[in-house]
């Protein structure tokens, strides 16, 4: 079966030994022969999608697609011609795509119905071809082509819908060896060996070395000489991961594949527990917390219980739609579908009701808030946005490039325009006659800005493309260094000015050392939250509960406390100073008072959830 990322599974030929059922580990797909014995199925648990393939007519033993299901029915459907020519594609909304191909069977266009639901339909892609079938060109719905040029069935030009060009050479064994952009954008060579390949940069010139097996990557070099090492299970799992300074994390997994467990540096895992089909149904955070997954008879998700052994509930209908979402409070979301499967209702836990309109291809064209006010947008044929109406009237306008860079922005207020390299990179940014110029080096990272004032604000970039230099235009110098695994190490200025950088095991900042000798300390629990934060004349102290929520903040003598609901709001506040404030909620999660002694305060929201009114006594 040839997967997504143009790799083949290869499973065994189901039958008695396996139980008429092929198990491919690595994407943890099952193969089965159809009851009929013309084909087969293949199950992807992770996705729950069924792929069912059927005779072709190609060569014997070969499939094609039929459609690809989800549990509850809802498929893309797949037709042939006679002579085994892909025809048409019907969605799972009953779209028709057309499939218009040439004498060959390659795909010259796909058409899909017109966004208006008026009848016809408009090409959403084309593809062109030579004689010997390369692919010569492919053009969007709004006439922007692609090209590509051969020589001897390998591509050595490709270029883009604005224009700019990539090119590419070969040695003997037809591997690349070479390839650039227009202006010496991306110039990089490479070099192979058994099981290693080199990786170099005209500009910078640098070099990194990928060393691999079976097509997993085992080792990166970067260009400073940090060396990043992945190992892999027999079943191309990732087994273990290992950066430049050591800090190792671990992964292990079950017999049919699934992640059982994580260990990351420091120490800190994650677990998860699976029923006998695959299902999560257990968590254990990294505080060791469990969290807890239930499903219905279809298999989909149904409960999930949180470690305060709060359960949020979700209901289906026949077609698998998500209808209600019940809180551990027992509110309520309700959503409404179309006939193509949109949403096109929320109704709230206060019964307010918010509303989508759609057109024949599934793209948003009008949202309605609670109170009848109205969103309009509008698309081109890609499905960018190009026009926005809002409640309030106002309207505003986009253009994009072929490459789908925005040109120009624009309201009744201000137009903001917009130019770009040929890498597709920010050049220019002009409004109200101030333009704002961007550069960069060969690999598009960012060098400079020069404001409308004529003021450059510099980079100064190593081989990796990090910043080592800083200039504002202010005229102000900062100079950065790093550690082998990218983070900040320390800060040069401005002046004389110095600021080192620490870190835990599990790579969070544990220490600011200042060039004076004091600092700032942070410590964290497993699940890395601040727990304790210390300066010379200061220390601050969080206590969470198993949700992760601030409990306890506690400075010096005096702490405050919080309480929350099911919901997360938090109900309560307490100090040490004698404070004791309640704090109540609308349907709608808005502040609607808060009171403590002597005094209190009531806030109502509109269905937008505004404050209306605020009243004190």
């Given at each position: 079966?040839?997967?997504?990322?143009?790799?083949?599974?290869?499973?065994?030929?189901?039958?008695?030994?396996?139980?008429?059922?092929?198990?491919?580990?690595?994407?943890?797909?099952?193969?089965?022969?159809?009851?009929?014995?013309?084909?087969?199925?293949?199950?992807?648990?992770?996705?729950?999608?069924?792929?069912?393939?059927?005779?072709?007519?190609?060569?014997?033993?070969?499939?094609?697609?039929?459609?690809?299901?989800?549990?509850?029915?809802?498929?893309?459907?797949?037709?042939?011609?006679?002579?085994?020519?892909?025809?048409?594609?019907?969605?799972?909304?009953?779209?028709?795509?057309?499939?218009?191909?040439?004498?060959?069977?390659?795909?010259?266009?796909?058409?899909?119905?017109?966004?208006?639901?008026?009848?016809?339909?408009?090409?959403?892609?084309?593809?062109?071809?030579?004689?010997?079938?390369?692919?010569?060109?492919?053009?969007?719905?709004?006439?922007?082509?692609?090209?590509?040029?051969?020589?001897?069935?390998?591509?050595?030009?490709?270029?883009?819908?604005?224009?700019?060009?990539?090119?590419?050479?070969?040695?003997?064994?037809?591997?690349?060896?070479?390839?650039?952009?227009?202006?010496?954008?991306?110039?990089?060579?490479?070099?192979?060996?058994?099981?290693?390949?080199?990786?170099?940069?005209?500009?910078?010139?640098?070099?990194?070395?990928?060393?691999?097996?079976?097509?997993?990557?085992?080792?990166?070099?970067?260009?400073?000489?940090?060396?990043?090492?992945?190992?892999?299970?027999?079943?191309?799992?990732?087994?273990?991961?290992q950066d430049a300074l050591g800090h190792t994390s671990t992964y292990k997994y079950d017999e049919w594949g699934n992640l059982t467990e994580v260990t990351y540096p420091g120490g800190v895992q994650l677990k998860t527990q699976y029923d006998d089909l695959g299902r999560p149904i257990a968590y254990t955070d990294a505080m060791q917390h469990v969290w807890q997954l239930g499903y219905d008879e279809a298999g989909t998700l149904a409960t999930r219980t949180d470690p305060a052994g709060q359960t949020t509930r979700y209901r289906y209908d026949e077609e698998g739609h998500l209808m209600e979402i019940a809180d551990a409070l027992g509110r309520l979301l309700k959503l409404r579908y179309d006939t193509q499967h949109n949403v096109v209702h929320l109704i709230q836990a206060d019964d307010q009701v918010l509303s989508r309109r759609y057109d024949a291809l599934?793209?948003?064209?009008?949202?309605?808030?609670?109170?009848?006010?109205?969103?309009?947008?509008?698309?081109?044929?890609?499905?960018?946005?190009?026009?926005?109406?809002?409640?309030?009237?106002?309207?505003?306008?986009?253009?994009?490039?072929?490459?789908?860079?925005?040109?120009?922005?624009?309201?009744?207020?201000?137009?903001?325009?917009?130019?770009?390299?040929?890498?597709?990179?920010?050049?220019?940014?002009?409004?109200?006659?101030?333009?704002?110029?961007?550069?960069?080096?060969?690999?598009?990272?960012?060098?400079?800005?020069?404001?409308?004032?004529?003021?450059?604000?510099?980079?100064?970039?190593?081989?990796?493309?990090?910043?080592?230099?800083?200039?504002?235009?202010?005229?102000?110098?900062?100079?950065?260094?790093?550690?082998?695994?990218?983070?900040?190490?320390?800060?040069?200025?401005?002046?004389?000015?110095?600021?080192?950088?620490?870190?835990?095991?599990?790579?969070?900042?544990?220490?600011?050392?200042?060039?004076?000798?004091?600092?700032?300390?942070?410590?964290?629990?497993?699940?890395?939250?601040?727990?304790?934060?210390?300066?010379?004349?200061?220390?601050?102290?969080?206590?969470?509960?198993?949700?992760?929520?601030?409990?306890?903040?506690?400075?010096?003598?005096?702490?405050?406390?919080?309480?929350?609901?099911?919901?997360?709001?938090?109900?309560?506040?307490?100090?040490?100073?004698?404070?004791?404030?309640?704090?109540?909620?609308?349907?709608?999660?808005?502040?609607?008072?808060?009171?403590?002694?002597?005094?209190?305060?009531?806030?109502?929201?509109?269905?937008?959830?505004?404050?209306?009114?605020?009243?004190?006594?």
């Amino acid at each position: 079966m040839r997967l997504d990322d143009g790799r083949a599974a290869v499973f065994e030929l189901p039958g008695p030994a396996n139980d008429y059922c092929a198990y491919y580990r690595p994407r943890q797909l099952e193969l089965r022969p159809l009851p009929t014995g013309t084909g087969y199925t293949v199950h992807s648990i992770g996705a729950g999608l069924t792929y069912q393939f059927t005779p072709a007519v190609y060569p014997a033993g070969q499939y094609a697609l039929a459609s690809v299901q989800n549990r509850y029915g809802q498929a893309l459907r797949f037709f042939y011609s006679d002579n085994g020519y892909l025809q048409q594609i019907i969605d799972s909304a009953d779209r028709l795509i057309g499939v218009r191909t040439d004498t060959a069977g390659r795909i010259l266009a796909l058409d899909l119905p017109l966004p208006d639901g008026s009848p016809g339909t408009f090409p959403a892609v084309q593809y062109a071809y030579d004689a010997a079938g390369n692919m010569l060109s492919t053009t969007d719905a709004e006439a922007h082509a692609m090209r590509f040029a051969y020589q001897e069935r390998l591509i050595v030009q490709k270029t883009f819908r604005t224009g700019m060009s990539f090119y590419f050479t070969y040695d003997a064994y037809n591997r690349c060896t070479r390839t650039w952009g227009d202006e010496g954008y991306y110039d990089c060579r490479f070099t192979y060996a058994l099981g290693h390949t080199t990786v170099a940069t005209l500009e910078p010139a640098a070099t990194q070395e990928y060393f691999h097996e079976r097509g997993l990557v085992t080792t990166h070099v970067n260009q400073l000489g940090a060396a990043h090492h992945w190992r892999y299970t027999a079943y191309d799992e990732l087994e273990v991961e290992q950066d430049a300074l050591g800090h190792t994390s671990t992964y292990k997994y079950d017999e049919w594949g699934n992640l059982t467990e994580v260990t990351y540096p420091g120490g800190v895992q994650l677990k998860t527990q699976y029923d006998d089909l695959g299902r999560p149904i257990a968590y254990t955070d990294a505080m060791q917390h469990v969290w807890q997954l239930g499903y219905d008879e279809a298999g989909t998700l149904a409960t999930r219980t949180d470690p305060a052994g709060q359960t949020t509930r979700y209901r289906y209908d026949e077609e698998g739609h998500l209808m209600e979402i019940a809180d551990a409070l027992g509110r309520l979301l309700k959503l409404r579908y179309d006939t193509q499967h949109n949403v096109v209702h929320l109704i709230q836990a206060d019964d307010q009701v918010l509303s989508r309109r759609y057109d024949a291809l599934g793209r948003i064209v009008q949202i309605t808030d609670a109170l009848g006010n109205a969103e309009q947008r509008r698309y081109d044929r890609m499905g960018r946005l190009l026009a926005l109406r809002t409640r309030d009237g106002s309207e505003s306008a986009v253009v994009y490039d072929g490459d789908g860079n925005v040109l120009r922005a624009q309201d009744a207020q201000q137009t903001v325009t917009f130019t770009y390299t040929i890498v597709d990179r920010l050049a220019t940014r002009q409004q109200d006659g101030q333009e704002v110029h961007f550069s960069y080096d060969k690999q598009a990272h960012l060098t400079g800005i020069r404001n409308s004032l004529g003021q450059h604000y510099r980079f100064g970039l190593d081989k990796t493309g990090q910043v080592v230099e800083e200039q504002g235009y202010d005229g102000i110098v900062r100079h950065y260094t790093y550690d082998l695994a990218g983070r900040l190490a320390t800060l040069y200025g401005p002046g004389t000015r110095t600021t080192a950088y620490a870190y835990s095991p599990a790579g969070q900042l544990a220490a600011l050392t200042y060039a004076d000798g004091t600092s700032l300390r942070y410590q964290y629990d497993a699940a890395g939250t601040l727990t304790e934060a210390h300066s010379a004349t200061s220390s601050i102290r969080y206590a969470h509960d198993a949700l992760g929520r601030v409990v306890t903040e506690t400075q010096g003598a005096h702490s405050v406390e919080s309480t929350y609901d099911a919901r997360g709001r938090r109900t309560a506040l307490a100090s040490s100073f004698g404070l004791a404030l309640e704090v109540r909620h609308d349907a709608l999660d808005n502040v609607a008072g808060m009171r403590t002694a002597g005094w209190q305060v009531q806030s109502q929201h509109d269905a937008r959830g505004l404050e209306v009114q605020r009243t004190f006594s």
